[in-house]
């Protein structure tokens, strides 16, 4: 899709952070939640890493995200805990102090009863000097906004929270249109038309994605494009050769 104008594409990536994910204690529930979100909103994301809950892993893979994409979105490791390091490292990794944060406090500290706004739970209210911050309607603590690096619980819940409060600020692209053509047929039988398809529409993306189905073989054919004139055209030419190859 070298044709596209860089306006009209706005990309993204998400860091999940946290041992649990990696240990399997825990199976994530926000990759294809963000995945399907970002697409809605006209966002393309280009990328998904996982890292410990390791203060340099987490610094260098936003560092390094950050310098790649328009944004980045993180999940985990902003809890009460000794070992809830994400906002400590978001600092670190922008060269700023983490502060107790009078807005967070001021949101957070009525959501308990008097005097248990604990140690632990002022932990959940320090934030990166210069961000802003995240609303979470589910649980209060807030997640925060610094440059282009969003930083939310992983929380399903909280997290979906946290993304409907700051998708209105985003920037977004034109979207990604796409349309599936069936096949009743293995997809070795159609790989080679596929490839000579693609070549033929380079401003469209063409996926295959076999099935079986009590030994029976088809495939699902995906074809994407910003443009639908030139989708359609595309979607042509697949249905064609899904005919010819059927007969």
């Not at 596209?4 to 994530?28: H, M, N, P, W, Y």
């Not at 987490?58 to 950050?66: D, F, Q, S, T």
């Not at 997640?143 to 600020?169: K, T």
Request: overall charge negative; proline content about 6%.
């Amino acid at each position: 899709m070298t044709s596209q104008r860089a306006d009209d594409v706005v990309t993204a990536a998400f860091l999940v952070i946290g041992d649990e994910i990696l240990s399997g204690r825990t199976k994530d529930k926000n990759i294809g939640f963000l995945a399907d979100y970002l697409t809605a909103l006209g966002i393309d994301l280009k990328e998904v890493r996982i890292v410990p809950d390791e203060k340099p892993e987490i610094i260098g893979a936003v560092n390094a995200l950050r310098a790649r994409y328009d944004y980045v979105f993180t999940s985990g490791g902003i809890g009460p805990t000794h070992d809830d390091i994400t906002a400590e490292s978001i600092a670190e990794a922008f060269g700023v102090p983490l502060n107790l944060d009078p807005r967070a406090v001021a949101i957070m500290e009525p959501h308990y009863p008097p005097g248990q706004f604990t140690p632990a739970r002022q932990r959940m209210a320090r934030i990166p000097e210069g961000a802003d911050l995240i609303e979470n309607k589910v649980s209060k603590a807030p997640g925060f906004r610094l440059e282009n690096v969003h930083v939310m619980a992983g929380v399903p819940s909280i997290m979906q929270a946290m993304m409907d409060a700051l998708a209105p600020d985003l920037r977004t692209g034109k979207k990604m249109l796409s349309e599936t053509v069936a096949a009743d047929m293995p997809e070795s039988r159609i790989a080679e038309r596929l490839a000579a398809i693609q070549d033929a529409h380079p401003q469209t993306l063409i996926g295959s994605y076999p099935r079986a189905t009590d030994g029976k073989f088809s495939t699902q054919i995906v074809i994407r494009s910003r443009d639908e004139a030139i989708l359609m055209a595309a979607v042509k030419d697949v249905a064609e050769a899904v005919a010819d190859l059927s007969g």
